[in-house]
């Protein structure tokens, strides 16, 4: 049984350009969230999603940044225009429900360079 | 506002010894509490975790204990093992799962041979 699986791992962009962030989920996980490491810093909520549905999106910016998770294939997390201040990891994880005592677990991460 | 703390940036003990990670938090409506374990350039991996109801859980060597009244938590392992040496995060959650965890900075412990 597959991990949580973030491709790439390692991403190089020029400002401005946009970054595009994949996630698959482990099998049978229909709940996804998206993280987001600052060097340094602990990991900050961005977004959870389920199948088509964007559950809670408190954590991301308001601009530029948008979250999906489509009825088939991957969850991507979308970064237009980016800037240096977007450099950081970029985790995901995913959960078979909700709930108590639900344990998420991560992927190995993105890990986003803005030049 | 930083409702997760990890006041102990580092933490270095020998092979065999106990080690303790702690952790606070200001919010009170906290109900449960989760510890992560990371090595560099990997995701964080799921170690052990509490809910709000209890004031101990033990999973082999390692073992979580809660003070509510305190806002604190901790993590124990013993034997530390040189293998334990990583970075490990504090998570905590409002909902009792893990829909939207609020994570420390994090400890880097170090497990000397």
């Known amino acids: 049984n597959a991990g949580v699986m973030q491709n790439p791992r390692h991403l190089v962009r020029r400002r401005g350009q946009e970054a595009r962030l994949r996630c698959s989920p482990m099998k049978g996980h229909s709940h996804v969230y998206w993280y987001r490491q600052l060097p340094e810093e602990g990991l900050k909520f961005m977004v959870y999603l389920q199948k088509e549905n964007i559950i809670d999106e408190s954590g991301m910016p308001k601009e530029r940044f948008s979250a999906e998770f489509p009825k088939e294939g991957p969850s991507i997390l979308r970064i237009q225009q980016v800037v240096r201040g977007d450099s950081a990891a970029y985790f995901c994880a995913s959960s078979p429900k909700t709930g108590l005592n639900t344990e998420a677990f991560f992927g190995q991460g993105t890990r986003l360079t803005v030049v | 506002d930083q409702q997760v703390k990890q006041n102990s940036p580092s933490l270095s003990v020998q092979e065999g010894r106990i080690s303790i990670l702690n952790c606070d938090y200001t919010?009170?409506?906290?109900?449960?509490f989760l510890w992560y374990k990371k090595y560099p350039a990997e995701g964080p991996t799921f170690l052990i975790s509490?809910?709000?109801?209890?004031d101990k859980n033990e999973d082999g060597r390692f073992t979580v204990f809660l003070n509510k009244s305190a806002k604190h938590l901790s993590l124990h392992i013993v034997p530390s093992q040189p293998g334990d040496s990583a970075v490990y995060f504090c998570a905590a959650s409002l909902q009792g799962g893990s829909e939207k965890l609020v994570f420390g900075k994090g400890m880097k412990l170090t497990v000397n041979p």
């Open positions: 509490i809910s709000s109801i209890k």
């Open positions: 919010n009170s409506m906290f109900d449960y």
